[in-house]
C-alpha cells in the first residue's frame, strides 16, 4: 500500500490535516466506473508544459492511464518521465506527481484492462498495449501505451466536509 511517509497541513484556518487515506480511498471508489476526467502535465524537449485529459484508472494502489504512442503525452513521457496527474474527485481536488513510465508486463496489463472493462471501456491486450473499439480520437490507432505513475508527491484541497488541504511526500 502506497502510504506517506511526511504529511503537512497546508490549511492556515486551522482544519486538521487531511489523511492520504481520503484521496487514496476516492480514487479506488471513484475509478474507473464515475465519468472523471484526469488532466496529465508533462515537459515538452523544450521546456514547455503541455497538458492533455486522459481516462486513469486507480488499481491495487496505484494510478494508471494509457496514451497513444505517437501523442505529445507519449513523446514528452519518453524523453522525461516527470508528471503530474490532476482529478477533481467528489469532494476533494488531487494534484499527484511523481513519473510515469509504460508498462510492458503482461500480468499487470491484463489486470489493468479489466478494471477497465469493468468500468465500461472495453480494453483489451494487444501487443504490449490496449485496444478496444474505441479510444480518443487523438489518441491514434492501437495498441495504445498504459503508463503506471511512480508517486512522488500528492495535494488534495478539500471542497466539501471535513475541509482542509494537505500535502503528502512519499519516500522515492
Known sequence: MTEPTETQNLDPS????LPWSRARDLLATQTPKEDLTFFVGTVRPDGRPH???VGAIWVDDTLYFVS???TRRARNLAANP???VSVRLRGLDVTMEGEAHRVAEPEVLARVAAVYREGGWPA???DGGFNAPFMAASAGPAPWHLYRLTLHRAIGVATAEPHGAARWDFSR
Open 82 to 84: 516527470a508528471c503530474s
Open 124 to 126: 483489451t491486450v494487444e
Open 51 to 53: 497538458a492533455a485529459g
Open 14 to 17: 486551522g482544519s486538521a490535516a
Open 68 to 70: 497513444g504512442p505517437g
